[in-house]
């Protein structure tokens, strides 16, 4: 596949995208509007793949990132075009590459619905939507304590049963990611009868706090989880990005003060979501849009 993309007067040529400027980046995100910091730049970069579309004095017009989950998963994000780029079938020319890196992964992006028009002609099928919920913080109701189990503080030494719980939901291992984002993080457990039952992080990220993994046995352990990483943050500018459609979890995030920014699209390509219902392991709030 070629590295240059001729577009009428110019010529563009990839970077890897750890070797891009990370100010040049960070430039790229915030001219589409993105919240993303340096920092957050710097620990996508550290996780996944990926490369940056420069002209010939060095100007960066695109990114794209691929992020691998295991032997047979891939989530695909930071997908960006200047308008000038992406007119020119610039968008198509990065996914191209980036689907060659994936191979035969089962492949999962989150994409505004103008995006559509690029990944469904590559075989993606759409299959849920994401809500970006934020806002300040305000007064977090208490959960009605009807819940078994104690919530609790998930010490380092318990990472590998959260990553097998992680990867029960999921559907593929998230290890990687997770062993990144722990230290990082406030994480919370659902403990019962001995073991973890669901867990749930909180680390900074844009212009305040993302809550998520989201991870939990049914929505109610989910709002027993949500609610302690939003009640310390009064005042606070926080989101969490959730697939739940209307119930216990938006309402507590409603009543917490956050309300729905926007929504994209999950599409994949090569196999489905896996469901999320009550007695089982669900993913009830997303790491982070570029790592499902």
Request: hydrophobic share 45%; with cysteine.
């Amino acid at each position: 596949m070629p590295d240059t993309m001729r577009l009428q007067s110019f010529e563009l040529a990839t970077r890897d995208i750890a070797d891009a400027d990370l100010d040049a980046l960070h430039a790229l995100s915030i001219s589409v509007g993105w919240p993303h910091r340096r920092a957050d730049w710097d620990l996508l970069r550290s996780l996944g793949r990926g490369f940056a579309s420069l002209d010939d004095i060095g100007r960066v017009f695109g990114s794209a990132m691929w992020f691998r989950h295991g032997a047979d998963c891939a989530t695909i994000g930071m997908v960006i075009t200047s308008p000038r780029v992406q007119t020119q079938g610039g968008g198509r020319w990065m996914m191209d590459r980036i689907l060659a890196e994936c191979g035969g992964r089962r492949v999962i992006v989150n994409a505004t619905r103008a995006a559509h028009a690029l990944y469904l002609p590559l075989g993606f099928e759409p299959r849920a939507t994401v809500h970006q919920i934020q806002g300040f913080v305000g007064a977090v109701p208490q959960p009605d304590g009807r819940g078994t189990g104690t919530v609790e503080p998930v010490p380092s030494g318990d990472l590998a049963a959260i990553l097998a719980l992680d990867g029960a939901a999921f559907g593929a291992d998230r290890t990687a990611v997770l062993a990144r984002l722990a230290p990082l993080s406030r994480v919370l457990g659902i403990r019962r009868d001995g073991r973890w039952d669901g867990y749930a992080m909180r680390r900074p990220f844009g212009r305040g706090h993302v809550v998520g993994p989201v991870v939990a046995a049914s929505e109610d352990d989910a709002v027993r989880l949500v609610a302690p990483l939003l009640a310390d943050l009064a005042g606070r500018f926080a989101r969490m990005d959730t697939r739940q459609p209307e119930g216990p979890l938006r309402a507590l995030l409603r009543r917490s003060g956050l309300g729905v920014f926007d929504t994209v699209r999950t599409l994949t390509r090569g196999g489905a979501l896996p469901e999320v219902r009550t007695g089982r392991p669900g993913v009830y709030g997303l790491a982070a849009q570029p790592l499902s």
